[in-house]
């Protein structure tokens, strides 16, 4: 009796595995509340039980397919138009559905840290936030992952509808172009986030793609040597979790009481700043730094609302004087800080400075230069102040050091693997594209590398040359993190990649920052992208682009050079004199050249040049320059010589 139960009980455990293995499933992509793309045959996946039938249902239009030996199957609904909500139903030996399906353009916004850049914190994002509520757009984000294989689904989503919640944290750059879109025309957009800050091209790019590359395939080669597993690349992802962890939340040092004038530092070494921790004697050391400096103050300071000038801090420092928090800076690398000190807190004689610094990477610390720092009265003149530059007491002990942690997310293909491969062939419209600071320093490769990217995402989804839309870099400048002449470089490949079909470039050389990686006015990249969008996925009639470079001819001592996409007429910005023109001769040495609009063309000269050769415009990391046409767009960097660059040998 005992033994027929237990028959009859195994018996039905096989049978209820059985039956659970072979249950419809389908990937993450797939939810209520997505957009399906118009007007192209749907694909639509899963897996279920093997060799078995597969009946896939949208606004009562059938579809079938045929499950393979391990129960994987792909079926096509019909080309249908924009509409909905519809009921997507896939039934098996199991049935599943998703509500409120909508048809639409589906657009895929991808990149590193600038597409990744969260709306609440644009240029009046906040304002953005609080005032969106479009349920006809769609949101899907997907997580951050990495495998050195290609996987079969992502981590993320659902489909969200766009509101005040979902879209606060979502990608700056794809929301304002999507709206845009909606805007014109006024169908359900799909919006799928699926960005990394930090990345290069590589990792975006498939390993078989990039086997044609042989320096990609030795990268390549060299890694799998290592033997390295998903498991190990999640432990140093975890690692690094820990250390942001400690970055955010680890503060030993308050415990302590070290940012008051009663906390004894006489253990503490000294470091004379402005210095580069790279330069200092923990060259090495990444984490948390606590700086202490005991100021004298004149007695007419006291009481008085003072301004700190810090210069430039690498990477970000939360500052404490006399014990209370004043302030804390974000993550502008090379920008010039400025802290206020309210007069409540100033007292006569000795006053203590306090700064936690954050050093994660790069040379890190306080760098001046030496005459960028300084207290003084607030709204007073440059003369009455007392230098901060000189000795300083810091100690690295106080917190623990961050763990050492490779950037797997920087290796070839394994961000391919994990976000990219596991959401094709999924429907879409076509790709936004905000990528290339981390590849700058190999600009001339990119030359061979982004294309080489877009070709291998167009083939695998197998649905033809989709609009692939990109930015160009707009101007950044930093003495700690660039070379000269890189990102023009990196600007330059992206303008040859236009010689591709169905790509188009978002000029944004006047949305720049100058000294921030991350310019705050994502708005106007997006609108950008948009007009791209409007003209090479939708075949509207506009000015799309600004001017780009066509030909050159010299006439005597003068270069006139001949543009594309002029639209309504060539302008400076302002009205002021042409800016960022250079002309040489063959000595190849560049002067600063005047520079006047002649209908399509503009005609450079300079009175050091007699017989010039080659002219370049805002051929810089963060060059000063004011080429238009009438309609604002801005015109690209661009060179008429092909001399030997700064990247032209960095694999």
Same mark, same amino acid.
């Given at each position: ?348 004689? =000795? &006053? ?5 610094? $954050? ?6 610390? !306080?760098?001046? /230069?030496?005459?960028? *720092? ?107 993190? =660039? &070379? ?5 470089? $990196? ?6 990649? !236009?010689?591709? /079909?169905?790509?188009? *470039? ?146």
């Amino acid at each position: 009796m005992n033994n027929s139960f237990r028959i009859l009980t195994s018996v039905l455990v096989a049978c209820f595995v059985v039956k659970v293995s072979a249950q419809v499933k389908m990937p993450a992509i797939f939810s209520d509340n997505m957009v399906l793309q118009r007007e192209m045959n749907l694909p639509v996946w899963g897996t279920a039980k093997p060799l078995s039938t597969i009946e896939v249902e949208l606004a009562g239009i059938k579809a079938f397919a045929y499950t393979t030996e391990d129960g994987k199957w792909l079926a096509y609904l019909p080309p249908m138009k924009a509409g909905g909500p519809y009921k997507l139903v896939v039934s098996g030996d199991s049935e599943i559905s998703f509500s409120n399906v909508m048809i639409g353009d589906v657009w895929l916004a991808s990149g590193q840290s600038n597409m990744n850049f969260a709306l609440n914190g644009a240029t009046n994002g906040k304002n953005d936030v609080a005032i969106t509520n479009f349920p006809d757009i769609r949101l899907f984000y997907v997580e951050n992952e990495l495998s050195v294989k290609p996987k079969t689904d992502v981590s993320g989503g659902p489909w969200k509808k766009c509101d005040s919640l979902s879209v606060k944290n979502f990608s700056a750059v794809a929301y304002y172009f999507g709206l845009e879109i909606y805007k014109n025309q006024k169908v359900p957009i799909g919006l799928i986030q699926d960005s990394w800050s930090g990345t290069s091209c590589e990792a975006w790019t498939s390993h078989d793609m990039l086997n044609t590359m042989p320096v990609m395939k030795q990268r390549i080669s060299d890694f799998y040597k290592r033997n390295i597993t998903n498991d190990s690349i999640m432990a140093h992802v975890k690692e690094d979790e820990k250390n942001w962890d400690l970055a955010a939340n680890s503060f030993e040092g308050l415990k302590k009481n070290v940012q008051t004038k009663s906390y004894s530092d006489s253990d503490w070494k000294t470091m004379k700043v402005p210095l580069a921790i790279t330069d200092s004697e923990i060259d090495s050391y990444d984490g948390i730094i606590w700086f202490r400096k005991l100021i004298e103050l004149p007695a007419n300071f006291k009481g008085k609302d003072l301004q700190i000038k810090m210069g430039k801090i690498d990477l970000a420092g939360t500052f404490y004087f006399n014990g209370v928090k004043i302030d804390e800076t974000s993550w502008n690398y090379d920008e010039y800080r400025t802290l206020t000190v309210p007069g409540k807190y100033v007292k006569k004689g =000795q &006053n203590l400075l306090v700064i936690r610094l $954050l050093d994660s990477w790069g040379k890190g610390g !306080l760098l001046g /230069p030496a005459d960028s *720092m300084f207290i003084k009265l607030d709204h007073q003149q440059e003369n009455a102040q007392v230098s901060l530059a000189g000795e300083w007491k810091y100690n690295d002990k106080i917190e623990p050091a961050f763990a050492k942690v490779e950037n797997f997310n920087r290796v070839p293909g394994l961000i391919f693997n994990a976000k990219i491969a596991p959401i094709i062939p999924y429907g879409i419209k076509g790709v936004i594209w905000y990528q290339g600071e981390g590849n700058a320093g190999r600009a001339y490769q990119y030359r061979t590398l982004f294309p080489l990217m877009i070709q291998d995402w167009r083939t695998r989804w197998k649905q033809g040359y989709f609009p692939f839309l990109f930015v160009q870099l707009p101007g950044y400048s930093s003495e700690q993190y =660039q &070379n000269e002449y890189e990102w023009a470089e $990196l600007r330059e490949a992206q303008l040859l990649t !236009l010689s591709h /079909p169905n790509t188009g *470039m978002a000029v944004t050389i006047d949305l720049d920052e100058k000294d921030n990686l991350h310019p705050r006015n994502k708005a106007d990249v997006g609108k950008r992208l948009a007009l791209q969008a409007l003209k090479i996925a939708y075949n509207k009639d506009i000015v799309y682009a600004g001017p780009v470079y066509k030909s050159m001819q010299t006439e005597g001592n003068v270069i006139r050079i001949s543009l594309t996409n002029t639209g309504s007429g060539l302008i400076s910005k302002n009205s002021e004199a042409l800016k960022g023109f250079e002309i040489a001769g063959e000595d190849r040495k560049f002067y600063t050249a005047q520079a006047k609009i002649e209908g399509n063309s503009v005609i450079v000269f300079a009175a050091e040049v007699s017989n010039p050769v080659a002219v370049r415009y805002a051929w810089a990391n963060a060059p000063v320059c004011n080429l238009f046409n009438k309609e604002g767009l801005p015109a690209s960097p661009f060179r008429t010589d092909s001399w030997k660059g700064v990247t032209d040998d960095k694999n």
